[in-house]
């Protein structure tokens, strides 16, 4: 294992950009940043977007995601709520900006970024918006200062620190973040627990990794692990064998109709995860976007 000890500083500023990516701009300044305890050193921080990691002690701060921008001094108030501590390090889990619009404020802040080397490159070359316009490019104070390509592995307040790489799955720049000495384990969306699953194939996911992925959670995972989702409640184990479960079985009826030579509005038309969608909490446009991206992933696979 590769193992990294990186000094670093503090101090931030508004990344207004990333609002301009998100569908309909929320009223930040109504959100409230809760923190969860999961153990006396690790919380987690629910405001606007994907859930926040802290982990905490005498070394600083260790934070797992960044949410959206304009949420970053509260979510700096929340984090001196449980320490004084300076936030030193954010790993990012993917690109997307309710998980990296606060990059710019943290670094700025002094946080040290790190990401897979595929994400930091996605986060400096965005895909153009929906309509037509480029992206915008995360400014240098927000793009990670350190990457890492298969695993990199930190020692910060008595805990080991597992970045994973989880190649092509949600996007091509996922990071599964284990916790070995805590029992948790943190999955940005490649794996989400109110909802069908979400391949972003823009940035570069794919169905294959994101089974892949969800076998590596299982993989280390244990009876007792906290499997702390990029969207939704903490689960076990068992959850994420489920979900992986019907993950499969929606890209195995999508591909019998695929063989057939459906179309992709008759397979959406033949309603494949009807009898599915009960054991989703959030179903609404999901499980059609799944269904889509299945077949758009089969199709080309022809």
Excluded: W
């Excluded at 305890?37 to 600083?60: A, E, M, N, S």
Aim: net charge neutral; aromatic share 6%.
């Amino acid at each position: 294992m590769k193992s990294a000890r990186i000094v670093v500083s503090f101090g931030a500023l508004v990344l207004c950009a990333v609002l301009a990516r998100a569908q309909g701009a929320p009223d930040f300044s109504k959100v409230e940043i809760k923190a969860n305890r999961v153990t006396d050193k690790f919380y987690t921080l629910d405001g606007q977007g994907g859930t926040i990691g802290v982990l905490f002690g005498p070394d600083g701060v260790f934070m797992v995601d960044t949410q959206f921008a304009p949420l970053s001094d509260k979510i700096v108030a929340a984090i001196k709520r449980l320490t004084p501590q300076p936030i030193k390090f954010v790993v990012n889990t993917h690109v997307h900006g309710d998980h990296t619009g606060g990059d710019e404020n943290f670094g700025k802040l002094g946080a040290t970024i790190i990401s897979r080397e595929e994400l930091r490159y996605r986060l400096a070359h965005p895909n153009p918006n929906a309509n037509g316009t480029p992206g915008v490019a995360m400014p240098a104070a927000g793009l990670p200062k350190e990457t890492y390509r298969g695993l990199l592995t930190m020692h910060m307040n008595g805990e080991e620190i597992q970045m994973i790489a989880v190649p092509r799955a949600h996007t091509d720049g996922d990071t599964m973040v284990y916790f070995p000495g805590l029992d948790v384990i943190m999955t940005g969306d490649f794996y989400r627990s109110i909802q069908y699953p979400n391949v972003d194939r823009a940035n570069g996911g794919s169905l294959p990794g994101l089974l892949d992925g969800l076998g590596a959670v299982i993989g280390h995972a244990g009876p007792n692990t906290k499997i702390i989702p990029g969207h939704g409640p903490t689960v076990d184990r068992t959850a994420v064998i489920a979900h992986r479960d019907l993950a499969m079985t929606v890209r195995d009826r999508v591909a019998r109709l695929v063989d057939q030579g459906k179309s992709e509005d008759e397979v959406v038309a033949a309603k494949v995860t009807a009898d599915l969608d009960a054991k989703v909490q959030e179903v609404g446009m999901t499980s059609e976007r799944f269904v889509r991206q299945a077949y758009a992933e089969l199709k080309s696979a022809r």
